[in-house]
DNA sequence: CGAGATACCGATACTCAGTATCAATGAACC
DNA sequence: GGTTCATTGATACTGAGTATCGGTATCTCG
């Protein structure tokens, strides 16, 4: 996970830090998590580290309708999330059939299409679980 | 437009100015841009106004990965969003195709799907002409 | 290794979107 | 017209993210 010294960026105590942290995390998670686990890494830092990742294409970020965003490790090239509306988990998925459909799409508009972001909503099983239960 | 009024809230001056408004903006808007053109209106007013347009349906919100949310009158039921990287400038469309296979991918997902969002990224043929001309 | 250049750090103060509070107002209903 | 209570705007606040800046650590090169 050599992502931001391959960039030229310089290899530090704070951002190794960041880095190990969130190799750890499966779930998505938001800065304010981040510094919350790591308390030595000041504000600042976090925000700047997580831009950086972010650029790099090492995390990305979700913006929900309410609440902090959430960063998550991508694990894969290009993907998409679902998030549970219930507890707000963020998972991924991939799915060739949308990536020809959005192409199609693409070309059906005005403009010329870029990219697309995809969010699908769910109720996680563990949601689903607890509903049961009570 | 008496969607407020259908729903048990009050026709106020100051939530019509905001109805009158955003019915003769095509783009999107941001909450900043409603509150320069209505400088009368208080911010706050402003904001929960533009929230209860939300819940009602009226008008729709674009998370934009950098600056503020964007708002646009929904014209139609279900829809999503193009959105120019250039300039900002958002569009509706709608695609059954889409959905059919939205709601496919949904299946096959753990958890019990109960919605989705998809943004198109593009850029728009104003700023194709505007790069051509340069 | 040692020195110099500079990327990076944390603390702090700031911005900006959105929200809570609260006294005053004015719709809605009779 | 009078009562009620949703709504308003001013103000103060929150919380995410950014600018600034003096000090520090990393890299590079000799
Ligand atoms: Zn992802
Ligand atoms: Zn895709
Ligand atoms: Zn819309
Ligand atoms: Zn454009």
């Given amino acids: 996970m050599a992502v931001l010294e391959d960039r030229g960026h310089r290899s530090t105590a704070p951002r190794r830090a960041i880095i190990r942290f969130l190799q750890g995390k499966q ?14 890494v000041g504000r600042a830092t976090i925000f700047r580290t997580v ?3 972010l650029k790099a294409g090492v995390i990305c ?55 697309h972001r995809i969010e699908l909503h769910i109720i996680c099983n563990q949601c689903l679980l607890e509903a049961d239960s009570r």
Same sequence: chains 1, 2.
């Fill in 27 to 40: 779930e998505g998670f938001t800065a304010e998590e981040i510094g919350r686990e790591l308390p030595d």
């Fill in 51 to 53: 831009k950086l990742l």
């Fill in 61 to 115: 970020r979700l913006n929900l309708p309410d609440g902090a965003p959430k960063y998550s490790l991508s694990r894969v090239e290009h993907h998409h999330h679902t998030v549970c509306v219930r507890c707000g988990n963020v998972g991924e998925f991939r799915a060739a059939t949308i990536e020809r459909l959005m192409r199609a799409i693409g070309g059906d508009i005005p403009g010329e299409a870029v990219g």
